[in-house]
T-cell receptor, first 114, second 113 residues
Framework: ETGVTQSPTHLIKTRGQQVTLRCSSQSGHNTVSWYQQALGQGPQFIFQYYREEENGRGNFPPRFSGLQFPNYSSELNVNALELDDSALYLC?????????????FGEGSRLTVL | ELKVEQNPLFLSMQEGKNYTIYCNYSTTSDRLYWYRQDPGKSLESLFVLLSNGAVKQEGRLMASLDTKARLSTLHITAAVHDLSATYFCAVDYSYNQGGKLIFGQGTELSVKP
């Protein structure tokens, strides 16, 4: 059973650029959720994808967008990067309807915006 | 507004001592999670609490859930240095769809000899 994998692990961008982060979900899971964790804070829910559609969104602007593919992998895209977008981006997979609803997190992609 | 509040936010303990981290939340939920995070690392799942009165224990850590009081506790018994990390509680507000968590601010635990 493979766990959640994310790429890239680290990246540096400048203000105004665009970034794409990728996530492969754990085997058997059909839902991917993305979280942003700024330094010294708890993770914040960005959005969730299920059946290739957005299935709930946190308090993030439209320049944060995503995709889910038929194999349940996912992308997070951020346009017009701002300094405050610097954070650890965590992807988590889960199985809709599971008894525990437990999320399994990847190692994260650390984004620095200069 | 949906809120999850932890206290304390910082905790410096001596090895061998006991302490409790508190997690209060404002929304109705029957699912609460505790995670551990080491510096620069991802989140490691510690406990999943699914019902009122649930109690789970693993080694020196014990977690409990009181859904009526909207309170969860993480109790540390006879702390050791290896427990130094940041601990987060998180509440599921997705009405059992899963995946949509509100996290607390985290409690940074430092265990000193």
């Amino acid at each position: 059973e493979t766990g959640v994998t994310q790429s890239p692990t680290h990246l540096i961008k400048t203000r105004g650029q665009q970034v794409t982060l990728r996530c492969s979900s754990q085997s058997g899971h059909n839902t991917v959720s993305w979280y942003q964790q700024a330094l010294g804070q708890g993770p914040q829910f960005i959005f969730q994808y299920y059946r290739e559609e957005e299935n709930g969104r946190g308090n993030f602007p439209p320049r944060f967008s995503g995709l889910q593919f038929p194999n349940y992998s996912s992308e997070l895209n951020v346009n017009a990067l701002e300094l405050d977008d610097s954070a650890l981006y965590l992807c988590a997979s889960s199985l809709v309807g599971s008894h525990t609803g437990e999320l399994f997190f990847g190692e994260g992609s650390r984004l620095t915006v200069l | 507004e949906l809120k999850v509040e932890q206290n304390p936010l910082f905790l410096s303990m001596q090895e061998g001592k006991n302490y409790t981290i508190y997690c209060n939340y404002s929304t109705t939920s029957d699912r609460l999670y505790w995670y551990r995070q080491d510096p620069g690392k991802s989140l490691e799942s510690l406990f999943v609490l699914l019902s009122n009165g649930a109690v789970k224990q693993e080694g020196r850590l014990m977690a409990s859930l009181d859904t009526k009081a909207r309170l969860s506790t993480l109790h540390i018994t006879a702390a050791v240095h290896d427990l130094s990390a940041t601990y987060f509680c998180a509440v599921d507000y997705s009405y059992n769809q899963g995946g949509k968590l509100i996290f607390g601010q985290g409690t940074e635990l430092s265990v000193k000899p």
